[in-house]
């Protein structure tokens, strides 16, 4: 019996052990959590992609450095999550004061769907969403080989879905104005992204 209830105690203390190491000592409940935590632990550096908007205009993230940018990732054939992201990009604008967007805070979607997705569908989506090509861009790299390192600075996981689509997850990134990640939020939040971005400025 004390031999039994040992062994039970043992293995309770392994499994909380277990688990505290693998949340990141309760930090991270998800892997997406988990995600963001690293991220943001050891913000990455982001590359020098050339990214080409709804305009045609060529441009790198680099270019927004001094001052604060979100960015999601879409498709633009996208009709779940995407659908979201647009909606709480627009409401993001909305809530930001009119006189800081360019100057102070701008955003940007960025597609990983560049086969499909040129100017005319980013500008589509745009339209669809209400954004402008200069407060708020939408925009894919310019050649397919740059999207893996993009993808993976941001923690973006997209996967085929055998469908013609993908499966990807979704946030709100903040670049500070030094460029780096400085914040992930969920996409359901954009009230709350807004306000905080507000305090920034």
């Known amino acids: 019996m004390k031999l ?14 277990v688990f505290w190491w693998g949340t990141d000592g309760l930090a991270a409940f998800t ?32 270019d927004y450095q001094g001052r604060l940018l979100a960015v999601e990732f879409i498709y633009t054939r996208c009709k779940t999550i995407c659908r979201s992201l647009g909606m709480a990009f627009r409401q ?41 090509g200069a407060h708020w861009r939408i925009a894919r790299v ?12 941001f923690g ?16 709100i990134h903040l670049l500070g104005r030094d460029g780096k990640l400085a914040q992930i939020s969920d996409i359901d939040q954009p009230i709350s992204f807004a306000k905080k971005i507000v305090t920034w400025l």
């Open 4 to 17: 039994s209830l040992a062994a039970t105690m043992l293995v309770s203390l392994l499994g909380i052990g």
């Open 31 to 62: 892997a997406e959590t988990a995600r963001r935590v690293d991220i943001l632990r050891s913000p990455r550096t982001l590359p020098a992609t050339v990214l080409e908007d709804q305009d045609g205009r060529a441009f790198r993230l680099q």
């Open 92 to 132: 993001i604008r909305d809530h930001v004061p009119q006189q800081a967007l360019g100057r102070d805070f701008a955003l940007l979607s960025i597609s990983f769907d560049a086969e499909r997705d040129d100017p005319t569908s980013l500008k589509a989506y745009g339209h669809t969403y209400g954004a402008d």
């Open 142 to 153: 310019r050649s397919k080989a740059d999207i893996k390192p993009l993808l993976e600075a």
């Open 156 to 171: 973006i996981v997209v996967i085929p879905d055998g469908l013609g689509g993908f499966e990807h997850n979704a946030a």
